[in-house]
């Protein structure tokens, strides 16, 4: 059975939705599927780095100022989506990203490629986008085998949107260099980043977006400053786009002006490998997200053992399953009171550390991830066709 993914995005472009289509990707490899992914230009990997057919198409930036960029890289778009899906022919489409599936929506709902049952994986929130762009995501709706979400909330959402379909829930998943745990890495990385045994490191990790509100960073640096804790802060960013290292200069010195240059060990555009490994030198991972569908980055650091304390937007309470873990930007003092413990209580660290491993193992696998999807292809086979096959 062949499967063609459809992104707005290159896929090695490190974010949620793209690792978790390109795992996702090699997993159905591994059950005989043939999976291609249409996307923009590849970034720095090239096409034969990668063990699925990837087909690229020209494609601008996705936050253009211009409105008149915006529509022409909407047009474009839809006349390379015509075209790839003209010539690989898929037996079923699985459009991956939000705008991707406004632009296959317009083709869709004109009747093209009405014979092709397609899946929408939502990785945004219902009450996120715009009136415009859900207008358009309900209208393709109508013609969609199915629908994902990622967590339960979203779906309760999108149940009160009354789309009229089928909606299954597929948490995200990570990449396979997560898969295995290996203890001995933990002193190795802090070795290698100059950190002692004794130091204590909060993790900050992820690409420049609004969402993400990196101009909060330096807000809870000042917080556990403040509170006296002392730590380090093992920062990773990922840019996309050329102002986003004006946004990367500002945060550095947002933190640094707090703590010194040598309480900060910062890296940027690393790869799964090398994020993989850089969890294992965090004790607590952060996240000051204002808007998250799900987390991919907190379910990165579970898998490596540490502990995790987020914002509770989104999807994101789902995610990490534990209140006191859990805090808002009106109540900073909860999240400098949760980070003190674990700062000081190294006990306490300890088992909270197990707590998010074991959430891990026993719900974001990769393994149970990739089954899902599988799951639901041969569902819509037989729905859509009336049998199912490879």
């Known amino acids: 059975m ?12 490190p974010g949620g939705g793209q690792l978790s289509t390109w795992t996702l990707c090699d997993g159905l490899l591994k059950q005989g599927y043939e999976p291609v992914v249409a996307c923009p230009t590849l970034l720095k990997k090239r096409k034969a780095d990668f063990g699925f057919k990837v087909v690229e198409y020209k494609s601008d930036e996705n936050r253009e100022r211009n409105r008149a960029a915006r529509l022409f890289n909407f047009l474009t778009r839809i006349g390379a989506f015509k075209r790839i899906i003209a010539r690989e022919k898929p037996d079923i489409i699985h459009v991956s990203m939000s705008e991707s599936l406004i632009t296959f929506g317009f083709l869709r709902c004109l009747g093209i490629f009405k014979d092709i ?3 929408y994986t939502d990785r945004g ?3 996120g986008y715009r009136r415009h762009s859900k207008t358009c995501i309900k209208a393709t709706l109508k013609h969609a085998a199915g629908m994902i979400c990622t967590t339960q909330y979203n779906r309760d959402l999108w149940l009160k949107e009354n789309v009229g379909v089928p909606i299954t829930v597929i948490p995200n998943t990570i990449s396979n260099a997560f898969d295995s745990y290996d203890d001995s890495l933990r002193s190795a990385m802090r070795l290698k980043a100059g950190i002692r045994d004794d130091e204590f490191v ?9 969402e993400k509100d990196w101009d909060f960073v330096p807000v809870l640096v000042k917080a556990l400053h ?3 804790v002392k730590f380090k802060v093992a920062l990773v960013i990922s840019v996309y786009e050329e102002r986003d290292n004006d946004i990367v200069r500002n945060i550095k010195a947002g933190i640094t002006g707090l703590i010194g240059d040598e309480n900060l060990i910062y890296m940027q555009d690393l790869t799964q490998a090398e994020i993989a490994d850089y969890y294992y030198m965090v004790d607590v ?3 000051s997200s204002m808007f998250e569908s799900f987390g991919k980055a907190a379910v990165e650091a579970m898998s490596r053992r540490c502990s995790v304390v987020s914002t509770s937007v989104g999807g994101l309470p789902e995610v990490i399953g534990k209140e006191e873990n859990l805090y808002s930007k009106d109540t900073v003092d909860k999240f400098v009171t949760r980070v003190k413990r674990l700062s000081e209580d190294k006990a306490e660290l300890e088992r909270d550390r197990e707590f998010f491993y074991n959430r891990y193992r026993n719900l974001y696998t990769t393994e149970a991830h990739v089954m899902r999807h599988v799951e639901l292809y041969k ?3 037989e729905t859509d066709h009336g049998h199912s096959d490879k």
């Open 2 to 13: 062949k499967i063609l993914f459809l992104m707005e995005y290159p896929i090695d472009l």
């Open 117 to 119: 049952p397609f899946v």
């Open 125 to 127: 929130l219902a009450y």
């Open 202 to 210: 909060v993790g900050f990790a992820g690409r420049i977006s609004e």
């Open 226 to 228: 403040d509170a006296g």
């Open 285 to 287: 991972f952060v996240m």
């Open 379 to 381: 569902k819509i086979r």
